[in-house]
Protein backbone atom coordinates (compact mmCIF):
# COMPACT_ATOMS: atom_id res chain seq x y z
CA UNK A 1 0.00 0.00 0.00
CA UNK A 2 1.27 3.52 -1.09
CA UNK A 3 0.47 6.30 0.93
CA UNK A 4 0.09 10.17 -0.55
CA UNK A 5 0.27 13.19 1.34
CA UNK A 6 -0.70 16.62 0.14
CA UNK A 7 1.51 19.33 1.62
CA UNK A 8 2.39 21.56 -1.23
CA UNK A 9 -0.32 24.46 0.00
CA UNK A 10 1.25 28.23 0.58
CA UNK A 11 -1.66 28.32 3.31
CA UNK A 12 -1.81 32.23 2.59
CA UNK A 13 -4.88 32.67 5.00
CA UNK A 14 -2.93 31.86 7.77
CA UNK A 15 -0.80 34.90 7.25
CA UNK A 16 2.35 33.80 8.39
CA UNK A 17 5.87 32.83 6.90
CA UNK A 18 5.87 29.32 8.49
CA UNK A 19 4.57 27.10 6.00
CA UNK A 20 0.69 25.69 6.78
CA UNK A 21 1.77 22.08 7.31
CA UNK A 22 4.28 23.37 10.08
CA UNK A 23 1.63 25.10 12.50
CA UNK A 24 1.52 23.17 15.38
CA UNK A 25 -1.58 20.96 16.93
CA UNK A 26 -0.69 19.74 20.21
CA UNK A 27 2.75 20.93 20.07
CA UNK A 28 3.60 18.81 16.67
CA UNK A 29 3.48 20.21 13.22
CA UNK A 30 0.28 19.38 11.11
CA UNK A 31 2.30 17.32 8.71
CA UNK A 32 4.43 15.18 11.37
CA UNK A 33 0.55 14.51 12.67
CA UNK A 34 -0.30 12.88 9.70
CA UNK A 35 2.89 11.23 9.04
CA UNK A 36 2.86 9.54 12.11
CA UNK A 37 -0.52 7.90 11.47
CA UNK A 38 0.56 7.21 8.13
CA UNK A 39 3.53 5.30 9.61
CA UNK A 40 0.52 3.19 12.23
CA UNK A 41 -0.63 1.86 9.16
CA UNK A 42 2.19 0.19 7.83
CA UNK A 43 2.73 1.01 4.12
CA UNK A 44 5.50 0.03 1.55
CA UNK A 45 6.64 3.55 1.30
CA UNK A 46 4.68 7.19 1.50
CA UNK A 47 4.91 9.86 -0.80
CA UNK A 48 5.04 13.64 0.77
CA UNK A 49 4.17 15.91 -2.13
CA UNK A 50 5.50 19.58 -0.87
CA UNK A 51 5.87 23.01 -2.60
CA UNK A 52 5.76 26.61 -0.80
CA UNK A 53 8.74 25.94 1.72
CA UNK A 54 9.61 22.40 0.81
CA UNK A 55 13.28 22.39 1.94
CA UNK A 56 11.54 24.20 5.46
CA UNK A 57 9.02 21.60 5.44
CA UNK A 58 11.39 18.33 5.11
CA UNK A 59 13.53 19.91 7.44
CA UNK A 60 11.63 20.18 9.74
CA UNK A 61 10.04 16.63 9.57
CA UNK A 62 13.99 15.03 10.20
CA UNK A 63 14.39 17.89 13.07
CA UNK A 64 11.85 15.85 15.51
CA UNK A 65 12.73 13.70 18.16
CA UNK A 66 10.65 11.10 17.10
CA UNK A 67 11.16 11.28 13.07
CA UNK A 68 11.75 8.18 11.69
CA UNK A 69 12.41 7.53 7.95
CA UNK A 70 11.95 3.24 9.05
CA UNK A 71 8.83 3.34 6.15
CA UNK A 72 11.22 4.83 3.59
CA UNK A 73 9.60 8.75 2.55
CA UNK A 74 9.76 10.02 -0.88
CA UNK A 75 9.12 14.20 -0.97
CA UNK A 76 8.32 15.28 -4.19
CA UNK A 77 8.19 18.72 -5.43
CA UNK A 78 4.84 20.42 -6.95
CA UNK A 79 5.43 24.06 -8.00
CA UNK A 80 3.63 25.75 -9.19
CA UNK A 81 0.61 24.59 -7.51
CA UNK A 82 -2.37 23.82 -9.97
CA UNK A 83 -4.67 21.76 -7.77
CA UNK A 84 -5.56 18.26 -5.64
CA UNK A 85 -5.02 16.35 -9.29
CA UNK A 86 -1.78 17.98 -10.21
CA UNK A 87 -0.39 17.27 -6.80
CA UNK A 88 -1.29 13.32 -7.05
CA UNK A 89 0.25 13.62 -10.25
CA UNK A 90 3.45 14.48 -9.45
CA UNK A 91 3.37 11.26 -7.35
CA UNK A 92 2.75 9.02 -9.91
CA UNK A 93 6.33 7.89 -10.86
CA UNK A 94 6.62 7.07 -7.33
CA UNK A 95 3.69 4.75 -6.59
CA UNK A 96 4.19 0.78 -6.64
CA UNK A 97 1.08 0.00 -9.39
CA UNK A 98 0.69 -3.34 -7.99
CA UNK A 99 -0.75 -1.64 -4.58
CA UNK A 100 -3.32 0.19 -3.20
CA UNK A 101 -2.96 4.32 -3.03
CA UNK A 102 -4.29 5.86 0.20
CA UNK A 103 -4.94 9.75 -0.40
CA UNK A 104 -3.80 12.13 2.87
CA UNK A 105 -3.62 15.91 3.58
CA UNK A 106 -0.80 17.50 5.48
CA UNK A 107 -3.00 20.01 6.75
CA UNK A 108 -6.21 17.45 8.22
CA UNK A 109 -4.12 16.73 11.29
CA UNK A 110 -6.57 14.51 12.91
CA UNK A 111 -7.74 12.02 11.11
CA UNK A 112 -7.85 8.86 12.99
CA UNK A 113 -5.73 5.45 11.98
CA UNK A 114 -9.14 3.27 12.39
CA UNK A 115 -10.96 5.46 9.99
CA UNK A 116 -8.04 4.84 7.70
CA UNK A 117 -8.20 1.21 8.30
CA UNK A 118 -11.48 0.98 7.21
CA UNK A 119 -11.17 2.97 3.85
CA UNK A 120 -8.45 0.59 3.09
CA UNK A 121 -10.38 -2.29 3.86
CA UNK A 122 -13.43 -1.39 2.21
CA UNK A 123 -11.16 -0.45 -1.57
CA UNK A 124 -8.94 -3.26 -1.00
CA UNK A 125 -11.93 -5.93 -0.69
CA UNK A 126 -13.96 -4.29 -3.75
CA UNK A 127 -10.52 -3.67 -5.59
CA UNK A 128 -12.54 0.15 -6.67
CA UNK A 129 -12.12 3.34 -5.89
CA UNK A 130 -13.44 4.33 -2.31
CA UNK A 131 -14.19 7.54 -0.68
CA UNK A 132 -14.24 9.16 2.69
CA UNK A 133 -17.44 11.28 3.25
CA UNK A 134 -19.45 12.64 6.01
CA UNK A 135 -22.97 14.71 6.07
CA UNK A 136 -22.55 17.51 8.09
CA UNK A 137 -25.33 19.98 8.49
CA UNK A 138 -23.51 23.23 7.69
CA UNK A 139 -21.79 21.70 4.02
CA UNK A 140 -20.34 25.03 2.77
CA UNK A 141 -17.11 25.06 1.24
CA UNK A 142 -16.97 21.13 0.57
CA UNK A 143 -17.39 19.36 -2.50
CA UNK A 144 -20.94 17.81 -2.23
CA UNK A 145 -21.73 14.07 -3.20
CA UNK A 146 -23.87 13.40 -6.18
CA UNK A 147 -25.99 10.37 -6.16
CA UNK A 148 -28.17 8.85 -8.92
CA UNK A 149 -31.47 7.22 -8.03
CA UNK A 150 -30.01 4.29 -6.56
CA UNK A 151 -27.84 6.21 -4.62
CA UNK A 152 -24.85 4.93 -6.50
CA UNK A 153 -21.87 7.87 -6.38
CA UNK A 154 -21.48 9.53 -10.29
CA UNK A 155 -19.53 12.27 -9.25
CA UNK A 156 -18.17 15.17 -7.01
CA UNK A 157 -19.00 19.08 -7.36
CA UNK A 158 -16.46 21.34 -5.73
CA UNK A 159 -18.73 24.10 -3.98
CA UNK A 160 -17.60 27.15 -6.67
CA UNK A 161 -18.85 24.60 -9.58
CA UNK A 162 -22.13 23.99 -8.24
CA UNK A 163 -25.43 25.49 -8.36
CA UNK A 164 -28.18 25.91 -5.77
CA UNK A 165 -29.77 22.07 -5.94
CA UNK A 166 -25.59 20.40 -5.75
CA UNK A 167 -25.25 23.11 -2.28
CA UNK A 168 -28.71 21.93 -0.93
CA UNK A 169 -26.31 18.15 -0.98
CA UNK A 170 -25.34 17.87 2.76
CA UNK A 171 -23.08 14.78 1.84
CA UNK A 172 -19.79 15.90 1.49
CA UNK A 173 -16.14 14.89 0.18
CA UNK A 174 -13.67 14.73 2.61
CA UNK A 175 -10.91 14.03 0.45
CA UNK A 176 -10.00 11.00 1.84
CA UNK A 177 -9.42 8.38 -0.75
CA UNK A 178 -8.34 4.81 -1.57
CA UNK A 179 -7.74 3.43 -4.66
CA UNK A 180 -5.87 0.39 -6.57
CA UNK A 181 -2.77 2.35 -7.80
CA UNK A 182 -2.38 1.73 -11.40
CA UNK A 183 -6.31 3.24 -11.96
CA UNK A 184 -5.21 6.21 -9.92
CA UNK A 185 -2.75 6.84 -12.10
CA UNK A 186 -4.63 6.35 -15.41
CA UNK A 187 -7.13 8.02 -14.02
CA UNK A 188 -4.97 11.50 -12.72
CA UNK A 189 -3.00 11.73 -15.83
CA UNK A 190 -6.22 12.07 -17.84
CA UNK A 191 -7.95 15.08 -15.89
CA UNK A 192 -8.55 18.70 -17.12
CA UNK A 193 -8.45 22.04 -15.54
CA UNK A 194 -12.12 22.73 -17.19
CA UNK A 195 -13.71 24.49 -14.05
CA UNK A 196 -14.02 27.51 -12.04
CA UNK A 197 -10.53 27.41 -10.43
CA UNK A 198 -8.70 26.40 -13.57
CA UNK A 199 -7.05 23.37 -11.28
CA UNK A 200 -6.83 20.02 -11.79
CA UNK A 201 -9.43 18.31 -9.25
CA UNK A 202 -8.78 14.97 -7.74
CA UNK A 203 -12.19 14.49 -7.41
CA UNK A 204 -12.87 14.53 -11.11
CA UNK A 205 -11.52 10.82 -11.08
CA UNK A 206 -14.91 10.14 -9.31
CA UNK A 207 -16.55 10.67 -13.08
CA UNK A 208 -13.81 8.71 -14.61
CA UNK A 209 -14.11 5.40 -12.61
CA UNK A 210 -18.27 5.55 -12.94
CA UNK A 211 -17.76 6.59 -17.29
CA UNK A 212 -15.22 3.33 -17.06
CA UNK A 213 -17.93 0.93 -15.56
CA UNK A 214 -16.38 0.63 -12.48
CA UNK A 215 -18.25 0.62 -8.77
CA UNK A 216 -17.45 3.71 -6.05
CA UNK A 217 -17.87 3.12 -3.15
CA UNK A 218 -18.38 5.32 0.02
CA UNK A 219 -17.35 4.73 3.65
CA UNK A 220 -19.03 7.32 6.28
CA UNK A 221 -16.70 8.99 8.84
CA UNK A 222 -18.21 8.35 12.33
CA UNK A 223 -16.07 11.50 13.77
CA UNK A 224 -16.21 14.85 12.65
CA UNK A 225 -12.63 15.83 13.82
CA UNK A 226 -11.16 13.43 11.74
CA UNK A 227 -12.02 15.08 8.53
CA UNK A 228 -11.43 19.15 9.97
CA UNK A 229 -8.84 20.89 8.24
CA UNK A 230 -7.30 23.67 8.94
CA UNK A 231 -7.29 27.20 6.06
CA UNK A 232 -6.83 30.01 8.90
CA UNK A 233 -5.48 30.68 12.33
CA UNK A 234 -9.60 30.43 13.45
CA UNK A 235 -9.27 26.84 11.87
CA UNK A 236 -6.18 26.04 13.53
CA UNK A 237 -7.24 26.81 17.15
CA UNK A 238 -10.80 25.70 17.08
CA UNK A 239 -8.58 21.47 15.39
CA UNK A 240 -5.92 22.72 18.39
CA UNK A 241 -8.95 22.30 21.18
CA UNK A 242 -11.03 19.54 19.26
CA UNK A 243 -7.64 17.88 19.49
CA UNK A 244 -7.09 18.64 23.85
CA UNK A 245 -10.43 17.76 24.49
CA UNK A 246 -10.14 14.22 22.78
CA UNK A 247 -6.79 13.90 25.09
CA UNK A 248 -9.06 15.10 28.04
CA UNK A 249 -11.47 12.33 27.36
CA UNK A 250 -8.63 9.91 27.36
CA UNK A 251 -6.80 11.11 30.32
CA UNK A 252 -10.28 10.52 32.26
CA UNK A 253 -11.38 7.13 30.30
CA UNK A 254 -8.05 6.32 32.46
CA UNK A 255 -8.99 7.47 35.66
CA UNK A 256 -7.05 10.84 35.89
CA UNK A 257 -9.26 13.66 37.30
CA UNK A 258 -9.61 16.90 35.28
CA UNK A 259 -11.14 19.62 37.36
CA UNK A 260 -12.17 21.19 34.00
CA UNK A 261 -11.12 18.89 30.81
CA UNK A 262 -11.31 22.21 28.58
CA UNK A 263 -8.78 24.08 30.45
CA UNK A 264 -5.74 21.58 30.13
CA UNK A 265 -3.30 21.74 27.08
CA UNK A 266 -0.94 18.39 26.24
CA UNK A 267 1.79 19.83 23.78
CA UNK A 268 3.24 16.46 23.43
CA UNK A 269 2.55 13.16 25.52
CA UNK A 270 1.48 12.87 29.07
CA UNK A 271 1.57 9.58 30.78
CA UNK A 272 -0.62 9.38 34.16
CA UNK A 273 -0.93 6.58 36.51
CA UNK A 274 -4.46 6.07 38.35
CA UNK A 275 -5.70 8.79 40.80
CA UNK A 276 -3.65 11.51 39.34
CA UNK A 277 -5.78 15.11 39.98
CA UNK A 278 -4.85 18.06 37.11
CA UNK A 279 -6.04 21.55 37.90
CA UNK A 280 -6.69 23.92 35.58
CA UNK A 281 -4.84 25.74 32.96
CA UNK A 282 -2.16 23.14 33.11
CA UNK A 283 0.37 22.69 30.09
CA UNK A 284 2.59 19.65 29.46
CA UNK A 285 5.16 19.48 26.87
CA UNK A 286 7.42 17.13 25.74
CA UNK A 287 7.16 13.67 27.36
CA UNK A 288 5.27 13.87 30.52
CA UNK A 289 4.93 10.76 33.06
CA UNK A 290 3.03 11.12 36.40
CA UNK A 291 3.02 8.79 38.93
CA UNK A 292 -0.09 7.39 41.26
CA UNK A 293 -1.69 9.75 43.75
CA UNK A 294 0.21 13.29 42.31
CA UNK A 295 -1.70 15.95 42.31
CA UNK A 296 -1.24 18.90 39.83
CA UNK A 297 -2.34 22.66 41.18
CA UNK A 298 -3.67 25.06 38.90
CA UNK A 299 -1.48 26.90 36.34
CA UNK A 300 1.66 24.82 36.07
CA UNK A 301 3.81 24.45 32.92
CA UNK A 302 5.55 20.74 32.82
CA UNK A 303 7.98 20.07 30.22
CA UNK A 304 9.74 16.37 30.00
CA UNK A 305 9.97 15.63 33.15
CA UNK A 306 8.55 12.69 35.59
CA UNK A 307 6.62 13.38 38.77
CA UNK A 308 6.53 10.90 42.03
CA UNK A 309 3.69 8.97 43.23
CA UNK A 310 1.83 11.40 45.88
CA UNK A 311 4.24 14.28 44.53
CA UNK A 312 2.01 17.60 45.16
CA UNK A 313 2.60 20.42 42.71
CA UNK A 314 1.36 23.50 44.05
CA UNK A 315 0.18 26.45 41.76
CA UNK A 316 1.87 28.28 39.20
CA UNK A 317 4.98 26.05 39.37
CA UNK A 318 7.51 25.42 36.31
CA UNK A 319 9.29 22.06 35.97
CA UNK A 320 11.71 21.47 32.84
CA UNK A 321 13.81 18.31 32.59
CA UNK A 322 13.35 17.51 36.08
CA UNK A 323 12.30 14.15 38.40
CA UNK A 324 10.72 14.58 41.19
CA UNK A 325 10.62 11.90 44.03
CA UNK A 326 7.61 10.63 45.68
CA UNK A 327 5.39 12.50 48.38
CA UNK A 328 7.51 15.66 47.27
CA UNK A 329 6.15 19.11 47.70
CA UNK A 330 7.23 21.97 44.58
CA UNK A 331 5.92 25.77 44.85
CA UNK A 332 3.89 27.20 44.69
CA UNK A 333 5.88 29.43 42.13
CA UNK A 334 8.73 27.18 41.85
CA UNK A 335 10.91 26.58 39.22
CA UNK A 336 12.89 23.38 38.63
CA UNK A 337 15.60 23.31 35.51
CA UNK A 338 16.95 20.37 33.64
CA UNK A 339 19.16 18.39 35.51
CA UNK A 340 16.88 18.32 38.99
CA UNK A 341 16.82 15.14 40.44
CA UNK A 342 14.59 15.37 43.74
CA UNK A 343 14.70 12.34 46.22
CA UNK A 344 11.50 11.69 48.32
CA UNK A 345 9.65 13.96 50.52
CA UNK A 346 12.03 17.00 49.32
CA UNK A 347 10.16 19.87 49.79
CA UNK A 348 10.76 22.80 47.59
CA UNK A 349 8.86 26.26 48.05
CA UNK A 350 7.53 29.44 46.77
CA UNK A 351 10.18 31.71 44.77
CA UNK A 352 12.93 28.73 44.81
CA UNK A 353 15.08 27.86 41.25
CA UNK A 354 16.80 24.29 41.59
CA UNK A 355 18.80 24.06 38.34
CA UNK A 356 21.22 20.43 37.76
CA UNK A 357 20.77 19.78 41.13
CA UNK A 358 20.37 16.38 43.33
CA UNK A 359 18.21 16.71 46.32
CA UNK A 360 18.14 13.68 48.66
CA UNK A 361 15.44 12.20 50.78
CA UNK A 362 13.59 15.11 52.98
CA UNK A 363 15.65 17.78 52.20
CA UNK A 364 14.07 21.34 52.05
CA UNK A 365 14.26 24.40 50.58
CA UNK A 366 11.48 26.32 51.32
CA UNK A 367 11.98 30.11 50.00
CA UNK A 368 13.48 32.54 47.80
CA UNK A 369 16.66 30.62 47.08
CA UNK A 370 18.62 29.52 44.42
CA UNK A 371 20.61 25.75 43.79
CA UNK A 372 22.75 25.59 41.11
CA UNK A 373 24.73 22.12 40.05
CA UNK A 374 24.38 21.31 43.52
CA UNK A 375 24.69 17.71 45.24
CA UNK A 376 22.50 17.96 48.59
CA UNK A 377 22.41 15.29 50.80
CA UNK A 378 19.05 14.00 52.92
CA UNK A 379 17.49 15.70 55.50
CA UNK A 380 19.03 19.12 54.80
CA UNK A 381 17.55 22.21 55.41
CA UNK A 382 18.11 25.43 53.59
CA UNK A 383 17.25 28.53 54.58
CA UNK A 384 15.29 31.67 52.75
CA UNK A 385 17.49 33.71 50.92
CA UNK A 386 20.16 30.85 49.70
CA UNK A 387 22.25 30.55 46.74
CA UNK A 388 24.74 28.40 45.28
CA UNK A 389 27.19 30.80 43.25
CA UNK A 390 27.85 28.37 40.84
CA UNK A 391 29.50 30.56 38.02
CA UNK A 392 32.75 32.14 38.14
CA UNK A 393 31.86 34.14 34.60
CA UNK A 394 33.57 31.25 32.27
CA UNK A 395 33.42 28.02 34.14
CA UNK A 396 30.55 26.36 36.34
CA UNK A 397 31.29 24.90 39.37
CA UNK A 398 29.65 22.18 42.35
CA UNK A 399 28.75 22.67 45.89
CA UNK A 400 28.27 19.57 47.74
CA UNK A 401 25.68 19.54 50.65
CA UNK A 402 26.24 16.63 52.79
CA UNK A 403 23.69 14.73 55.42
CA UNK A 404 21.70 16.63 57.85
CA UNK A 405 23.37 20.15 57.18
CA UNK A 406 21.15 23.21 58.27
CA UNK A 407 21.98 26.84 56.24
CA UNK A 408 20.76 29.63 57.19
CA UNK A 409 19.16 32.29 55.88
CA UNK A 410 20.78 34.87 52.86
CA UNK A 411 23.69 32.45 52.99
CA UNK A 412 26.06 32.26 49.70
CA UNK A 413 28.25 29.32 48.77
CA UNK A 414 30.97 30.35 46.70
CA UNK A 415 31.43 27.14 44.50
CA UNK A 416 33.59 24.54 44.23
CA UNK A 417 32.91 24.30 47.65
CA UNK A 418 31.87 21.41 50.22
CA UNK A 419 29.77 21.31 53.66
CA UNK A 420 30.49 18.72 55.83
CA UNK A 421 28.05 16.20 57.14
CA UNK A 422 25.92 17.56 60.12
CA UNK A 423 27.20 21.14 59.58
CA UNK A 424 25.20 24.49 60.38
CA UNK A 425 25.81 27.81 58.60
CA UNK A 426 25.15 31.22 60.17
CA UNK A 427 22.63 33.59 58.78
CA UNK A 428 24.60 35.83 56.35
CA UNK A 429 27.51 34.00 55.82
CA UNK A 430 29.56 33.96 52.28
CA UNK A 431 31.29 30.49 52.14
CA UNK A 432 34.51 30.21 50.35
CA UNK A 433 36.25 27.42 52.14
CA UNK A 434 35.01 24.10 52.92
CA UNK A 435 32.74 24.22 56.34
CA UNK A 436 33.98 21.05 58.51
CA UNK A 437 31.12 18.75 59.22
CA UNK A 438 29.28 18.65 62.97
CA UNK A 439 30.52 22.64 63.75
CA UNK A 440 29.20 25.91 62.95
CA UNK A 441 30.40 27.96 60.29
CA UNK A 442 29.34 31.71 59.59
CA UNK A 443 31.33 34.52 58.45
CA UNK A 444 29.30 38.11 59.70
CA UNK A 445 31.23 41.65 60.30
CA UNK A 446 30.76 43.03 64.06
CA UNK A 447 27.87 44.79 64.91
CA UNK A 448 28.18 48.33 64.93
CA UNK A 449 25.74 50.77 66.75
CA UNK A 450 26.55 54.87 65.84
CA UNK A 451 24.22 56.39 68.87
CA UNK A 452 24.33 59.71 67.23
CA UNK A 453 23.44 59.11 63.45
CA UNK A 454 20.84 61.14 61.65
CA UNK A 455 19.35 60.71 58.78
CA UNK A 456 20.01 62.77 56.01
CA UNK A 457 16.62 65.29 55.66
CA UNK A 458 15.42 66.66 51.83
CA UNK A 459 15.92 70.32 51.69
CA UNK A 460 13.32 72.58 51.42
CA UNK A 461 13.09 74.62 47.74
Avoid at 301 to 319: L, M, P, T, Y
Avoid at 430 to 442: I, K, R, S, V
Wanted: aromatic content about 4%.
Amino acid sequence: MNVVILAAGRGTRMRSGLPKVLHPIGGMPMLARVLETAQSLGPEKIIVVVGHGADQVRSAMQELPDFTESIPIDWVIQDPPQGTGHAVAQALPKLTPQSAALILYGDVPLIGSETLRRLLETAEKTRCLTVLTATLDSPFGYGRVVRDSRQHIQRIVEEKDADASIRSIREINTGFMAAPAADLARWVSALDNHNAQNEFYLTDIIAKSVAEGKAVHALQCDRVEDILGVNGQEDRARIERAYQRGIAQQLMSAGVRLQDPERIDVLGKLECASDVSISVGCVFEGQVHIEAGAVIGPHCVIRNSRIGQKAVIEAFSHIDGASIGPQSVIGPYARLRPGTELAEGVHIGNFVEVKNSVLGPRSKANHLSYLGDASIGSRVNVGAGTITCNYDGAEKHRTVIEDDVFIGSDTQLVAPVTVGRGATLGAGTTLTQDAPEDALTLSRAQQVTIKKYRRPQKKEH
